[in-house]
């Protein structure tokens, strides 16, 4: 395993719609390890492919519930409304208020290939929504209405955990 450069904003592939994943070929197995080796190590609670250069519908997710692999994923149902105060390993130094569904259903295919759902709520709800943005070339600082709202943070005087 190894651990990735993280790419950071505004490099253009954070901008950029990513193509799906048409087969779970080995290659796809190591990005995946590679990616929560790399999430860990930030720390962060979720990463997207987009942000360790590679252009492909692929997010990995671990809120402390254990590590999610989803590919290709997709949002097929939500409802109910959060806020919740989001950082990214993308954008260093920012904190935004970002009001999202609060319960999503989430499908995709996992790491074998197989087709899974995922109901989440709460933190994982928003996890799921923020990365499956970066898959659309959306940062979360794109849906804050307000940019008064933006905090610029020293990270390394915060909790670091829910970077996402
Ligand atoms: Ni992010």
Redesign the pocket.
């Known amino acids: 395993m190894s651990i990735l450069k993280i790419v950071t904003y505004p490099n253009p592939v954070l901008a950029k719609k990513a193509k799906a994943v048409a087969k779970v070929i080995p290659e796809i197995k190591k990005l995946i390890k590679d990616m929560l080796e790399t999430m860990y190590k930030a720390p962060?609670v979720?990463?997207?492919a987009p942000?360790v250069g590679r252009s492909i519908r692929l997010i990995v997710i671990d809120i402390g519930e254990g590590p999610i692999a989803l590919i290709n994923p997709k949002v097929t149902a939500k409802h109910g409304e959060q806020t919740l105060v989001?950082?990214?390993?993308?954008?260093p130094g920012i904190e935004a208020p970002v009001k999202r569904a609060s319960n999503v259903t989430v499908t995709g295919l996992n790491e074998k290939g197989k087709k899974v759902n995922y109901d989440a709520e709460g933190l994982l709800a928003t996890v799921f929504q923020?990365?499956i943005?970066?898959l659309d070339g959306i940062?979360?600082i794109d849906r804050v209405a307000d940019p008064s709202l933006i905090k610029h943070v020293v990270f390394d005087k915060e909790p670091k955990e829910e970077?996402?």
């Not at 989001?86 to 954008?91: A, K, V």
């Open positions: 962060g979720g990463l997207a942000q989001e950082g990214c390993l993308s954008l923020h990365e943005d970066h940062v979360c970077r996402i």
